[in-house]
């Protein structure tokens, strides 16, 4: 391979081959088997909930949880502007209307806007299925601000963990806040099945119906019979091998790319008008660290995040823009939302860095004497 450095590739050692050519060698090789059964019980512990439900990617775990809440035409669903697609096309699976919240300084979703904007739907008669927050870059949002005011409003939370495996807020495990919540273990995720997800709850009966809808919803007969549509959502025993091995090395990945982010803090400390996202608002103590992403001042910094990122690429190095606001994207162009311009702001300056947990120390000290070359003072 080449030595472009990534943004977040795949870690994977001879712990997971072992795994791996365990579940291959064991004649379990798909679909289901002993290994599917290990990992979300592991997995569950993890997040300190009581069971999870292993699938084929964290956007089919967040459209079962979502269909278990109701959500569905005529309902709605507010979530964040700022996150990856596969939030909002979870939403637009079940029929259901996205309705768009504005970030808070850290990304995250402003949580008062959010309570605000469910409010004033619930006032128009408007039935909100649920609110989907979603944890992003690997930081849990403020469930401490948030607490009980959802249900007080009787409206149910689902957690997009997609990002936030190993992170915690005020001690408490991401993927366990809401009523049920999803994982990913796509490719560049904290950790990786190659592609997967996770669905998590304390709800058993919520669970064991994912489970059903998972699989084609097929009815216990002795033939196949079904009285709804289901899906093909399952893990196979191949990759949950593969799950296991990625989870037992998940506290070293974890600590490996907080010292990427510090080391990137130091040797940034001194340019004026860069602040990372997470560590100066509130500290970073809890987030799994899964990118680092900083934001550039346009009061104190020339260069704009796309001049950076292509003088980047142009030495080897692979940066990205945060996740632009599905207020902005031209599919959800005429989708009510809520804002107050941070998104935009952050989208505007913001900058993501190699932060894969495979990155050596000189890789690392390379992004930044490039990226402080690149940056020019006002
Ligand atoms: C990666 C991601 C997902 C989707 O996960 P897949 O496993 O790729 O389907 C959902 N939400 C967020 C915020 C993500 O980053």
């Known amino acids: 391979m080449s030595d472009r450095i990534h943004l977040s590739r795949a870690h994977v050692t001879e712990v997971e081959e072992k795994y791996v050519l365990d579940a291959l060698r064991s004649g379990w090789v798909a679909p289901l088997g002993p290994m599917v059964d290990r990992f979300e019980r592991e997995i569950a512990e ?17 459209h079962l949880a979502l269909l278990d809440v109701g959500a569905a035409p005529d309902t709605v669903v507010v979530l964040p502007s700022m ?65 009980s005011r959802l249900d007080d409003l009787g409206v149910p939370l689902i957690e997009d963990a997609a990002e936030a495996l190993g992170a915690t807020h005020a001690g408490r495990p991401a993927g366990s806040f809401g009523r049920a919540a999803a994982l ?42 079904h009285t709804e549509i289901g899906y093909n959502y399952r893990m196979s025993n191949i990759l949950a091998a593969l ?5 037992e090395r998940l506290d070293s990945m974890i600590s490996r790319r907080r ?19 997470g ?8 987030d799994n660290y899964w990118l680092t992403c900083i934001t550039l001042d346009p009061a104190k910094i020339t260069s704009d995040p796309t001049a950076v990122m292509a003088g980047l690429d ?24 809520a804002l107050t311009g941070v998104s935009e702001r952050l989208f505007a300056t913001g900058v993501t860095l190699p932060s894969g947990s495979e990155l050596t120390d000189d890789q690392i000290d390379r992004v930044i004497s490039e990226t402080r070359l690149l940056l020019e003072a006002r």
């Open 46 to 62: 993890r997040c300190g909930v009581a069971g999870a439900l292993a699938l084929s990617s964290g956007t089919a775990a967040l």
């Open 83 to 147: 996150t990856f697609a596969a939030s909002a096309n979870a939403v637009a699976y079940t029929g259901a209307e996205p309705v768009f919240v504005d970030s808070a300084e850290d990304a995250n979703i402003d949580v008062d806007l959010l309570v605000e904007t469910v409010s004033a739907l619930q006032n128009e008669g408007r039935t909100v299925a649920a609110v989907m927050t979603v944890d992003l870059f690997g930081r849990a949002c403020d469930y401490t601000a948030l607490g």
């Open 184 to 225: 990913s273990f796509n490719g560049n995720k904290i950790m990786t099945t190659s592609g997967g997800g996770m669905l998590l709850s304390d709800d058993t009966d919520l669970l064991d119906r994912a489970r059903y809808l998972s699989t084609q919803a097929r009815q216990p007969a002795a033939w196949y019979e």
């Open 243 to 247: 799950g296991i091995g990625q989870l």
């Open 259 to 277: 010292e990427i982010r510090s080391r990137y803090a130091a040797g940034l400390a001194d340019v004026d008008g860069v602040t990372f996202l």
């Open 279 to 286: 560590r100066d608002q509130g500290g970073d103590a809890e």
């Open 314 to 337: 142009a030495a080897g190095i692979e940066a990205r823009h945060v996740w632009k606001p599905m207020h902005l994207q031209p599919v959800h162009a005429d989708r009510r939302a």
